[in-house]
């Protein structure tokens, strides 16, 4: 009687996740920065992640190349140097894990966090015009 609870537990189970929205970094990239590019133009490389089972806790860098020229997406973003808030950002997980410094560069930060005077679950794209490649910083405390 318990094997056949447990199978109608894990059945159900699955059937409840097969609907939850897709949860790799193309999508949440996508999705966060409201990007006009499908998941299939996207190549993500992992360059540091502390993440380690915990979803809601840690820093990740990520190096993200773009089939065919991506520069039309970013076009409305700011331009180097950051801004203020970015900078922190930035600055605050150098410990961490070191952000590439670029000077041809567009960026755009999406403050996660319920103050706008404190970044604490963060994300920014720093996108390389000239070798047109990005980088994914996300944080989350």
């Given at each position: 009687m318990f094997v056949l609870w447990a199978a109608v537990?894990?059945?159900?189970?699955?059937?409840?996740?097969?609907?939850?929205?897709?949860?790799?970094?193309?999508?949440?990239?996508?999705?966060?920065f409201s990007l006009s590019v499908e998941e299939s133009e996207i190549t993500v490389k992992e360059l540091y992640n502390s993440y380690e089972g915990a979803p809601y806790e840690g820093i990740a860098l990520y190096e993200i190349s773009f089939l065919g020229e991506a520069g039309d997406v970013f076009r409305e973003w700011k331009t180097m140097p950051y801004d203020r808030e970015t900078k922190t950002l930035v600055e605050s997980v150098s410990f961490y894990v070191e952000v590439p410094e670029l000077e041809r560069a567009r960026y755009k930060m999406v403050n996660g966090s319920s103050s706008e005077k404190s970044a604490t679950n963060a994300s920014v794209v720093i996108y390389d015009e000239e070798e047109n490649v990005g980088y994914y910083l996300k944080l989350d405390t």
């Open positions: 537990v894990i059945a159900i189970l699955g059937l409840c996740s097969c609907g939850q929205q897709g949860t790799s970094v193309e999508s949440e990239l996508i999705r966060v």
